[in-house]
């Protein structure tokens, strides 16, 4: 298919459908964060680069039977793996023989949240997300490295050189283009950020956690971007401030790892936190997950952020009418789990 | 009492189903993509609507209905959205509508093959 933008609408289908068969093998806490990150914010990310870099494929003039052949061998060997693996369901599974039982068993009375799910993530699985949130943080440095601008462009006054955006005439402004969709996005912000509040505390007793929170925050703040433009968005957020704020997530999830480590623990041993230990495994927890929530949401807007301006460096100003269908898509997957 | 809770539950989650299955073959018959959009739009709000008003009607539970409401809240509010922003985009980068005209031989044509 050499139609990029088909490409991308497909693998976001992709993605909500396989959302889908998560929720069908109840595994919901996965399916959450598909739906909102392969779904919805993955998506977005790829429409913003084709708007850079055009929307077909370049043709190419030789067949690619090597990759074909490659694929169809890798293929074939996949299946034959999967001959040998254990039935669907089966309990004599090894993945259902080794940690499993203990972690359903007894994180009950050893960490004490409800949702096992974010318990074997955050407490016992603490270092592995630990780096994963540290890969998150790395793909934003790369983005900054490679894409961020000196010069950022300013709509300014052509006799006066200095900022015309003043308040009154914006919100004139604002009912020229897209009126319907700016109103009803305004309605629906708070709802939005809202709801990734609600699931970033709400990870200890039901689906959801740090990452799929920043992500839907993050949804929010790309949603007024792209209808409002880069210019009255970046009178809004900050974007020094965010970069700031991606490191401090980072930190924080280090920071408590850290104490723990000085009270005489293991590296994140919440237990060490307080007296309690069910307390500190409860506080340890509500503290990565905030450090998560904050990497996640900033390094997505930061992502954005430089797409965006490097691609109105490219195309000029206020060249944003196709995008208006994108962001409700992106509404949507934000609300559809 | 509870018998007629689930008489008009079925009866609203069935006039859910038949306008989904109605703006489907609307996606797969209809010529252009306004007429399409037009098929989608206005039956899924209602029929997503009725669905959640039948499954309401299932579980009279307090937090339930409550979810539920704020669900059907934000589908109404998205949904005409969305499809309005699909259609602008359609008419800013020019896709016209298929409109079927006769010619002189009273032979109809259309303008979109």
Request: hydrophobic share 50%; proline share 4%.
């Amino acid at each position: 298919m050499k139609d990029l933008f088909a490409v991308i609408m497909l693998s976001g289908i992709y993605g909500l459908l396989s959302a889908s068969f998560f929720v069908a093998m109840d595994a919901v806490d996965v399916a959450f964060t598909e739906a909102s990150v392969g779904a919805g914010i993955s998506t977005l990310l790829m429409l913003v680069a084709i708007t850079m870099t055009g929307r077909t494929e370049h043709p190419v003039n030789h067949k690619p039977l090597l990759a074909l052949a490659v694929v169809i061998v890798t293929g074939g060997l996949l299946i034959y793996g999967t001959l040998d693996t254990p039935y669907f369901g089966s309990a004599q599974a090894p993945i259902h023989q080794h940690v499993a039982p203990r972690y359903i068993n007894d994180s009950m009375q050893e960490v004490g949240v409800p949702n096992i799910v974010t318990s074997v993530l955050a407490s016992y699985r603490g270092f592995d997300t630990f780096g994963e949130v540290v890969v998150i943080f790395t793909a934003g440095i790369g983005v900054l490295a490679l894409l961020s601008m000196v010069y950022r462009p300013r709509v300014t006054d052509k006799d006066t050189g200095k900022d015309t955006v003043d308040i009154d005439t914006f919100n004139d402004s604002m009912h020229e283009k897209h009126l319907i969709l700016r109103i009803v996005s305004k309605i629906l912000l708070p709802f939005i950020m809202l709801y990734a509040l609600y699931v970033q505390f709400h990870g200890d007793f039901g689906p959801g956690g740090g990452f799929q929170a920043g992500v839907i925050f993050a949804a929010a703040i790309i949603l007024y971007t792209m209808l409002f433009g880069i210019n009255t968005a970046s009178r809004v957020i900050n974007l020094s401030l965010i970069q700031i704020l991606a490191a401090t997530g980072v930190l924080i999830y280090g920071s408590v790892g850290l104490v723990s480590l000085l009270n005489g623990k293991n590296f994140l041993d919440y237990s060490a936190l307080s007296t309690d230990p069910i307390a500190g495994q409860h506080l340890g927890i509500l503290l990565i997950e905030l450090g998560v929530g904050i990497t996640v949401a900033s390094v997505m807007v930061i992502i954005f952020f430089n797409f965006a301006e490097r691609r109105e460096s490219i195309h000029g100003v206020e060249n944003n009418a196709e995008n208006c269908s994108k962001e409700n898509d992106e509404a949507q997957s934000a609300k559809i789990p | 009492m509870d018998m007629l809770m689930q008489i008009t539950s079925a009866l609203f989650l069935l006039i859910g189903s038949f306008l989904c299955i109605s703006g489907g073959l609307g996606i797969l018959r209809f010529p252009d993509f306004y007429t399409r959009l037009h098929a989608v739009g206005v039956t899924d709000t209602l029929a997503t609507a009725m669905i959640l008003i039948g499954l309401m009607l299932q579980n009279p539970d307090g937090l339930v209905i409550v979810k539920l409401l704020i669900i059907l809240l934000m589908t109404l509010f998205i949904n005409p959205a969305a499809s309005h922003a699909l259609a602008q985009a359609a008419m800013q980068n020019e896709l016209m509508p298929v409109l079927d005209k006769k010619d002189t031989n009273g032979k109809v044509t259309s303008s979109n093959p």
